[in-house]
């Protein structure tokens, strides 16, 4: 049974591993890859495109706030506010 049947959910993107000269490389950037049967399923699922934003970067960049404010700013309906930000770390409280 694969994740997605068992858990409901499935991996849209995975990072592709680096060779040991990128990863020596301060100024690498990770390299992305969709996965296309993930695509499918979205499309199938909803009706109009959607947008996928991956925030990559070390601990404590502040990519957790970033995606809060990106939602935030892109929220088209009034929100509950009660809802808390994105959060993360090994505590998220």
Known sequence: ?????????????TCIPPTDQQSSDPAYIPQLTIN???????????????SIFVY???LGAGKSKLASLTVASLQKNDIDNSLLPFKSGDDPR
Not at 36 to 50: G, R
């Open 1 to 13: 049974m694969s994740n997605q049947q068992i858990y409901g959910f499935i991996q849209l993107i």
């Open 36 to 50: 296309p049967i993930a695509t499918a399923t979205l499309a199938e699922e909803f009706e109009s495109p959607i």
């Open 56 to 58: 990559i970067g070390n």
